[in-house]
Nanobody
Framework: QVQLVESGGGLVQPGGSLRLSCAASGSTFGINRMGWYRQAPGKERELVATITSGGSSNYGDSVKGRFSISRDNAKNTVTLQMNSLKPEDTAVYYC??????????WGQGTQVTVSS
């Protein structure tokens, strides 16, 4: 089993920045891909960013150029740096891990609110 603990969510003004972190623990030896999804009220869950064990990243269209994902394989952490935040970025952000076995694990989610 893999356990994921997210941190860094909160309230930020439009144009501001926020950094989310996710720490994996438990049976972390099989972790392949890590990343973030988000879900806003009344919307379906959407991809924010993913990163492979080798450091290759992909981003959802709505966050390209504004968000950056990184990971520390030794510490089993993944970080999402969010810049130029917009009100439409308001959502619950979920960290996830995909193992080489294709098993998927999710964090509990952390609220990000972008508002004046």
């Amino acid at each position: 089993q893999v356990q994921l603990v997210e941190s860094g969510g909160g309230l930020v003004q439009p144009g501001g920045s926020l950094r989310l972190s996710c720490a994996a623990s438990g049976s972390t030896f099989g972790i392949n891909r890590m990343g973030w999804y988000r879900q806003a009220p009344g919307k379906e869950r959407e991809l924010v960013a993913t990163i492979t064990s080798g450091g290759s990243s992909n981003y959802g269209d709505s966050v390209k150029g504004r968000f950056s994902i990184s990971r520390d394989n030794a510490k089993n952490t993944v970080t999402l740096q969010m810049n130029s935040l917009k009100p439409e970025d308001t959502a619950v952000y979920y960290c996830y891990v995909v193992e080489y076995s294709h098993a998927v694990y999710w964090g509990q989610g952390t609220q990000v609110t972008v508002s004046s």
